[in-house]
Each structure stands twice: as C-alpha cells, then as structure tokens.
C-alpha cells in the first residue's frame, strides 16, 4: 500500500546523482547528501548564512535555588554573535533538571520563551530529566517580509538574489548557534542532542536538522507543506498558498514551482532523508488537514531508502497507513499520529521523549 502509493507520486528519485549515476553505498549517499543539501537550500530555504566569526554568551539571570521547586535551574542568555565585526545578538533560556551526570537536551524553536508557554510542558521536561534551550523565534528574525531588524539585517543584505536565504535559513541558523555553544557546557550529553519545533518551526527543525548533523534527534511536529509533507499529490496548503502567505520564509526562487509540484527537481523526502542515519520523529494529527498527515507519513517511509544504505530500517510501517493514535516506534524513525489538531502538547512531547529514553537505553 504504501509502495503503490509512493510509485504513484513519481517522486524524484532520491538515489540518483546529477549526473544519472546510481547511489549504492554511505560513501556514496555521503557524495549525494551534498548534492540535497544544496538543491535544497537553491531552490526552497536560502542559502544558509556562514556561521560568525566569533561566538560568546553572556548569563544575564540565573535562578537555581527554589526555580521549579528546587528541581531545575534557570538562565537567561544572550548569544553575542560576530558577523562581519559587528555584534549580532538573541536571546536564549536555558532550563536544566539538578541532577548528576550527562543531560540530554532540547534545542527548541519556540513562539515563545515564557515558562508557561502552551507548547512547553515545562515540569514535564525537566522531571523526566531533560535540559531545554529555548529560542523564541521572532527574537531572531521577526515573522514578516521585513529584514531590516534582528539578526535578519546581519544574515541577508539584500533579498534580491534567488537564492538569498528566508527567515526559516535564519531560524534554522539561531539554532545552530546554540548547538555551536553547547560543549562549553560540561554536563549537556552532546550524543543526546534534539532539535524540535511545531509547525512553522518543524519546518525550521527538520531544515535544522537537516544541514546540521550534530543534532542526533530531529523532530518534526505538524510542519506539513514544505516540512514534513510531500509537496505532491499534497492535500490542504499547497506552494502557492504558502507562498501567497509566507513568501519571505523561504528563498525568492520557491515561488517559481507554484502549480508545478510535479516538476520539481526534488521533493520533501530529499529534506529528511538528510537526517539519516540520525532518528527522525515525525508527529501529525489527525484532524490537521491542512499540513495532510497522509503526506507527512508517506515522506517519512520514503527517506527510508537512505535508512536502508547505511543498513537501517528507517521507520517500520508494515506497508500500511497507521491509524490514529499510533505510534510507528519500531524503527531508528518515529511516526507519532494521535487525533486532535494543530498543536504541540504534552502527549507529543511525551512520545518524543520515550523515544528518545528508548534508544538512550540500548547505548
Ligand atoms: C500557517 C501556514 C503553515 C504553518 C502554520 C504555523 O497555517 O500555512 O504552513 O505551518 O501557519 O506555523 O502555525
């Protein structure tokens, strides 16, 4: 079912170089994922910015006696950043459970910072002994075509080029700063690194993800078009309804492939094939049409051809669509589909963190 439906999109072959030749082996998809990471960033997200010069962070608060009752510590940061000798800055919070030894840690792209924030069942995180660093995107880049202000104004000077990069590159690369800073942090397990967002930011995550291969956990809540979902056959938003509303998240050239989904030299599945051979986690919901689940898991199984190159499974789907309320956790990819809609909730964040417990436990 699952192979007639994926034949049936005639996606792009994924395995195939420029030049026609096949991929057969790591090295050779290791040659490959250079090609993905460029088409990828040509023609959809921008060229990522280069890193800066030079990173420093600063504490501005701290709070480690009685934050969350005495279990966590909290610290507010900013991440000064050089970018052609000039200091860049955003801020970032970090949150750790006290505890002894290696912390595996959440890299979150939030809408928000706030210790209450809908999206962060923060006691949750930190009880089940997880560290957060949280980016409240529009600290960033602010969410508009506007790239006068933030760290916008340092990463794009101008927006003229075709593949000059969107705020989703700009997002994707605060991101990265953080991961840059993390080893100065002597208690964070870097081999247990995670890279999360909802929506507009799993669309940022899986971009992440995708380019950055520190990040060992790539998790995608409902990002649906051009994140998670195959752009074909996609039902709900499609590239001219995103580029009609959110121009500016990608690169000038994405809007050329409006209503010509089937003529794109790539697909989504060439983003999280990138993730290979890291763990992807892909979460849809059942009432969320718009992002189409139906999509978003078919993606998912069809990264599953890099997966088998380095001799893994990828995700483990029978050859059938799950049902709601499922959890495809079989495999080195996680298909997370519960009902409700558009949200990221404790429930998610709970089967991405038993994942994770999973396959911290087999090491
Ligand atoms: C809009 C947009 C989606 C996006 C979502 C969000 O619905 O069309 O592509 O994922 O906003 O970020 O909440």
């Known amino acids: 079912m699952v192979k007639d439906a994926l034949e049936a999109l005639k ?101 928000g910072t706030d210790i209450v924030h809908k999206y962060l069942p923060l006691e949750e995180i930190i009880h089940r002994g997880y560290g957060l660093f949280v980016i409240k995107y529009q600290d960033v880049a602010k969410d508009s075509a506007d790239f ?7 990463l794009c000077k101008s927006r003229r080029a075709l593949s000059a990069p969107g705020k989703i590159a700009m997002w994707a690369w605060a991101a990265m700063r953080v991961m840059d800073y993390l080893p100065r942090f ?67 050239r994405y809007k050329h492939y409006i209503g010509k989904e089937h003529e794109m030299p790539f697909d989504q599945h060439f983003l999280l094939s990138l993730i290979a051979p890291r763990h992807l986690m892909v979460g849809s919901a059942e ?35 799950p049902s709601p309320d499922t959890e495809l956790a079989e495999g080195d990819c996680l298909y997370h589909y519960r009902r409700g809609g558009h949200y990221l909730s404790r429930l998610d964040w709970n089967a991405y963190m038993d994942f994770i417990d999973k396959k911290r436990e087999k090491e």
């Open 11 to 111: 996606l792009p072959p994924l395995l195939k170089f420029k030049n026609g030749k096949t991929v057969k082996d790591i090295a050779g998809f290791e040659r490959r994922r250079a090609e993905l990471k460029d088409i990828l960033q040509r023609e959809v997200y921008g060229y990522l910015p280069k890193a800066p010069e030079h990173l420093s962070v600063e504490t501005k608060e701290e709070e480690s006696e009685s934050f969350l009752a005495g279990f966590g510590i909290y610290r507010s940061l900013v991440f000064h950043c050089e970018i052609d000798g000039e200091d860049a800055t955003f801020p970032v919070t970090q949150i750790m459970p006290k505890k002894e030894g290696k912390i595996p840690v959440f890299v979150c792209i939030n809408f």
């Open 287 to 321: 009432n969320d049409l718009w992002a189409d689940p139906r999509n978003e898991f078919l993606c998912t199984a069809a990264a599953n051809e890099a997966y088998a190159l380095y001799g893994m499974q990828g995700l483990v789907h029978h050859d059938a669509f």
């Open 186 to 252: 002597e208690n964070v397990d870097l081999d247990h690194v995670a890279v999360i967002g909802h929506s507009r930011l799993g669309k940022t995550a899986l971009f992440t993800g995708a380019m950055d291969e520190r990040f060992r956990y790539v998790i995608s809540n409902d990002s649906g078009c051009s994140g998670a979902a195959l752009s074909r056959g996609k039902e709900g938003e499609t590239i001219e309804n995103i580029c009609d509303r959110f121009p500016y998240w990608f690169c000038p």
């Open 148 to 154: 006068r202000f933030g760290m916008a104004k340092y």
